[in-house]
């Protein structure tokens, strides 16, 4: 029995609260996407038990109704018609969702979306960092050889360098232009700036600068004018190497006068006001305000550090709170502490505090890539958390362990423990900036220092495969049309459409659907994500693919085209609601490697060529490549039989 759209639409609006309670409504390929403003006026029982809906769960802020390919959009057109509601975008629907978390919750997701995509960068270079400096450390010769020289160069490019492709990304985020946000990010990174990786060293500041006070100097833009202690406008002359948040704060800011600007200056004259002013604002409010700022934290946290880690509480609380620091881009300032430790009494006992916290987050960070199921987070965590192990923590933090909250603060935990282990043992460190696996060529007792790491990150290991559950994202994903696929016949012959459709998939349609990939068949219960192997879109089929060209299955109407290509939903005769769906969770590859030949509304007959995909590009993207072959609405049909 057909469904009856507009019964089951009415349904949704009266549970869900009405349309009151509705911020905003769009579709995918097969659910009704919805941001509801007060989720305790869900009837969530009733809900799931209204005739169309085959399954409801909630994901990022949004109530998803799972409907099926073509009949989700039919639904949708209801649920508007009940509503009054205007259509919205999947992104409209984010973006909506997004605004009603918390806004700790909307922080940690921008510092998650700046940090994914640059990840590849700062993992190949912590990973490189951290075996160098151990060499070196290991190998005293060889420190002062050339080879050593270039790797250590080519190793800490993309530290020194940090805030630059921060910016980069961080525009991309914020919607701020990318060329304007390097600029900002080099400033930060100024040659005429003071590294500030030597903010502490009273050294490199006198040599810098050609000072003797160990001070370091001052632009004042408007003179000695004072507000109680504070100059206005007093620049200190350092730059934010190793820094996170004062860049991205930055950007930020940059983002919004940029836009502000395109909005109320003339276009005549926007390409020569617009770039200068927000470079000039930006740079201003940067250097005025945000280095202010963390001048200040540096001194606080410096401070607070020496005091606390002389005896074992203020140890375990530094361990604890050591990678915050490091979020903040803080950490840098240690060194005066470990310097200060060797000139006075010989022995540096911070170095187990650091190591103590940072294979703590090596722990965390590894729990996630054995527990986890994706793909691409496994080729991301586990990478990582080597880098942490040799000492290099921000691909682990930054790429995993902070995204996910729990796993940071499991790596907390962890970091406490083996610096309260480690201060009550009395070890220390005959030199400093070596942490993890690379500081036994420094601690001054092996033994007790094994037994230091084990705690640590044997702790955040346990904490993290205890506490943290990975959110796994539902594999099928957007729909709409394309803008410039054509229809087009498939290029192969008769006899090869013949060939590609002659197995039957499903056996009691009487050969009405054929398979329309080449390769092996797998039962839908073996395809690697839960949504499509529990039955909840619908019965069917995956295919291992042979080769990366789909054939329409059946005569019908094309009834969805996703907008990344990767899936394609077709109506066929008997009702018949077919999902056809490349790959898993490869909506993230966003269309690269995917080529549509149809759009939505087209018709289409059995063995025609409707998409072309790179089986390569899949497995490069890691990827499953499995073909989901689903009939969404095989709840219609009586006996079904799979083969």
């Known amino acids: 029995m057909a469904l009856d759209y507009r019964k089951c639409a009415e349904q949704i609006v009266s549970l869900i609260g009405g349309r009151e309670n509705v911020a905003q409504a769009a579709h995918c390929a097969t ?9 305790s006026k869900i009837d969530k029982a009733a809900l799931e038990n209204v005739d169309g809906v085959k399954g409801m769960f ?10 099926g390919t073509g009949t989700v959009n039919k639904v949708y057109d ?3 018609a009940v509503t009054g509601m205007t259509a919205a975008t999947k992104d409209d629907v984010k973006a909506a969702a997004a605004a009603k978390q918390p806004a700790w919750k909307r922080a940690l997701k921008s510092v998650g979306d700046v940090f994914v995509p640059i990840l590849p960068a700062i993992v190949a270079s912590g990973l490189m960092m951290g075996v160098v400096e151990a060499l070196g450390k290991a190998i005293p010769s060889f420190a002062s050889t050339d080879w050593y020289a270039f790797l250590d160069m080519v190793a800490n490019t993309a530290f020194a360098f940090l805030p630059v492709i921060v910016a980069i990304s961080a525009a991309r985020v914020f919607g701020g232009n990318v060329y304007l946000a390097a600029v900002i990010g080099l400033m930060m990174v100024h040659t005429g700036l003071l590294n500030g990786w030597n903010v502490g060293s009273t050294d490199a500041i006198n040599s810098f ?19 109680g202690d504070y100059v206005l406008g007093s620049i200190s002359r350092h730059g934010y190497q190793g820094h996170v948040i004062p860049v991205m704060i930055a950007i930020w800011l940059m983002s919004k006068v940029e836009k502000w600007l395109h909005e109320h200056v003339n276009e005549m004259i926007d390409l020569f006001v617009v770039p200068i002013t927000t470079v000039f604002v930006t740079a201003i ?4 305000v945000i280095g202010p700022i963390f001048a200040t934290l540096e001194n606080f946290v410096l401070k607070g550090a020496q005091w606390l880690v002389q005896f074992p509480p203020g140890a375990m609380i530094m361990g604890a709170i050591y990678p915050a620091t490091v979020v903040m881009g803080l950490h840098h300032m240690y060194n005066v502490i470990e310097a200060g430790m060797l000139s006075s009494v010989g022995l540096n006992t911070w170095m187990p505090i650091a190591s103590a916290a940072n294979f703590a987050q090596f722990g965390a960070c590894l729990a996630v890539g054995i527990k986890c199921k994706q793909a691409k987070l496994k080729t991301v965590a586990v990478p990582s958390s ?3 192990a040799l000492g290099i923590t921000e691909p682990a933090i930054f790429g995993v362990n902070f995204r996910f909250m729990k796993p940071f603060i499991c790596g907390m935990a962890g970091g406490a423990a083996g610096a309260l282990f480690g201060s009550i043992a009395k ?5 400093y900036g070596v942490t993890g696996i690379p500081g036994y060529l420094t601690i001054d007792n092996p033994a007790i220092y094994t037994i230091l790491l084990i705690i640590s990150g044997g702790v955040a290991f346990a904490l993290t495969m205890f506490f943290w559950e990975e959110n796994v994202a539902p594999a099928a994903e957007t729909a709409g049309t394309t803008d410039a696929a054509q229809t087009e016949t498939a290029d192969a012959s008769t006899d090869d459409a013949a060939e590609v459709t002659s197995k039957i998939v499903i056996s009691c349609l009487a050969g009405k659907i054929g398979q329309p990939v080449k390769g092996e068949i797998i039962s839908y219960k073996d395809i690697p994500d839960e949504t499509f192997a529990s039955g909840v879109l619908g019965e069917g089929v995956g295919i291992q693919p042979a080769e990366g060209i789909v054939y329409a299955p059946m005569d019908g109407e094309i009834s969805s085209v996703a907008d990344s290509k990767h899936a394609i939903g077709i109506t066929g005769p008997e009702d018949m609601e ?5 790959g898993v969770d490869t909506v993230e590859m966003k269309g690269d490697g995917f080529t549509t030949f149809v759009e939505e509304g087209d018709k289409v007959v059995k063995g025609q060529k409707i998409m072309e995909f790179d089986i390569e590009k899949i497995k490069a993207a890691g990827k499953p490549d499995t073909v989901v072959v689903l009939l969404t609405n095989s709840d219609d049909y009586e006996n079904l039989e799979l083969s």
Do not use: C, Y
């Open 209 to 227: 600068f050609g000072v003797t006070d160990g001070n370091i100097p001052t632009w004042n833009l408007f003179g000695d004018l004072k507000i």
């Open 578 to 582: 077919l999902l056809i769906h490349v």
């Open 285 to 288: 409010f940067t250097f005025v």
């Open 58 to 67: 909630e994901s990022n802020g949004q109530l998803q109704l799972i409907i």
């Open 386 to 388: 080597m880098s942490a």
């Open 427 to 431: 070890i220390g460190a005959t030199a």
């Open 78 to 80: 209801e649920f508007l």
């Open 31 to 39: 659910r009704l996407r919805l941001v509801i403003k007060d989720n």
